[in-house]
Nanobody, 123 residues
Framework: QLQASGGGLVQAGGPLRLSCAASGLTFIQYVMGWFRQAPGKEREFVAG????????YYADSVKGRFTISRDNAKNTVYLQINNLKPEDTAVYYC??????????????????WGKGTQVTVSS
């Protein structure tokens, strides 16, 4: 089970940190990813991190502003978002994939999904 949190209404230019707590799985065995779905658009990949946290991968649209990290002792993955833009408004989902295939950009390959947390950026 994955539980995302940390979303909310924020002003453009501000920061936000999303968290995703995992339970019921051996967290360290899973590649973790963040995806988002904006109103009227398809869900898209945002960022991914491998089991150890050494390898990270970002969508081109978020490079330089988003940082993914994980704390395996807490079974939690984070997404730090800086300099928020109105186009970042979306529901953000965390997902987990067992195994080492990289990068975790394919939504269909993810084994578990959280319910999502809403991020709304006001201009």
């Amino acid at each position: 089970q994955l539980q995302a949190s940390g979303g909310g209404l924020v002003q453009a230019g501000g920061p936000l940190r999303l968290s995703c707590a995992a339970s019921g799985l051996t967290f360290i065995q899973y590649v973790m990813g963040w995806f988002r779905q904006a109103p009227g658009k398809e869900r898209e990949f945002v960022a991914g991190i491998n089991q150890s946290g050494v390898r990270k991968y970002y969508a081109d649209s978020v490079k330089g502003r988003f940082t993914i990290s994980r704390d395996n002792a807490k079974n939690t993955v984070y997404l730090q978002i800086n300099n928020l833009k109105p186009e970042d408004t979306a529901v953000y989902y965390c997902a987990a994939r067992y195994g080492s295939s990289w990068p975790p950009t394919n939504m269909n390959s993810m084994n578990y999904w959280g319910k999502g947390t809403q991020v709304t950026v006001s201009s």
